[in-house]
């Protein structure tokens, strides 16, 4: 069996709790764009790219800018930033067990860094990658590349875990192991239909994988 010794993380949903201040952010911000924005609908629509869900409730593309502002805007009036259960622990766990760390994720580099420092984080993840550091957003390959070459790892030895259907999605274009976990955002039906590599409940579970170093 090759041993995985990096462990590449989405952000929001995966480490991150983010899920309803995200909801609560966008229903602002649509709210102040005069669109109204039901949990229902959200389920429906939600994507890790904004984009697309701009799309689907038929946002003029000339206002996506003016909807990434508002939603900033709003979500940095939430509470404090918070890790989801048993994360601390898991990746101060996975360091001492010699693994390196990173993160791939679709978020504004401004906010998840700043949301990193806060947590006492900065030096535990060896990369980061995020969203306006790509031309392409997940699910294409094109960030969890770029988080290996700059890490100096291949494929084989790296898994990526994640919440998101689209998580799993640019794991396999990127040839790495996929990992699901499945979060507080409304897609674990669709997560669970992507078909990861590997499946655990929570983070804890993912510890007692056998292919981690």
Wanted: glycine share 8%.
């Amino acid at each position: 069996m090759i041993m995985i010794d990096t462990i590449l993380f989405d952000w929001d949903g995966t480490l991150f709790d983010s899920a309803q201040n995200a909801f609560n952010a966008f229903q602002k911000a649509f709210l102040e764009l005069g669109l109204e924005l039901g949990f229902d609908t959200y389920q429906r629509i939600f994507s890790p790219d904004w984009h697309k869900m701009y799309e689907a409730l038929e946002l003029p593309a000339d206002q996506w800018d003016k909807a990434d502002e508002l939603w900033l805007l709003h979500y940095g009036n939430a509470q404090s930033p918070a890790l989801l259960p048993g994360v601390r622990n898991a990746l101060d766990r996975l360091v001492s067990r010699g693994a390196a760390l990173g993160i791939v994720t679709n978020g504004d580099r401004a906010r998840v860094s700043r949301e990193i420092e806060l947590l006492g984080l900065t030096n535990i993840f060896k990369v980061l990658v995020c969203g306006d550091d790509v031309a392409r957003r997940k699910p294409h390959p094109e960030g969890l590349l770029l988080a290996m070459e700059r890490l100096g790892k291949k494929p084989e030895v790296c898994c990526y875990v994640g919440d998101c259907p689209e998580d799993i999605e640019m794991g396999k274009r990127g040839g790495v192991v996929t990992v699901a976990i499945p979060g507080l955002y409304p897609v674990n039906t669709q997560l669970r239909e992507a078909g990861p590599d590997v499946w655990c409940e929570n983070i804890d579970q993912f510890l007692q994988w056998p292919a981690l170093k």
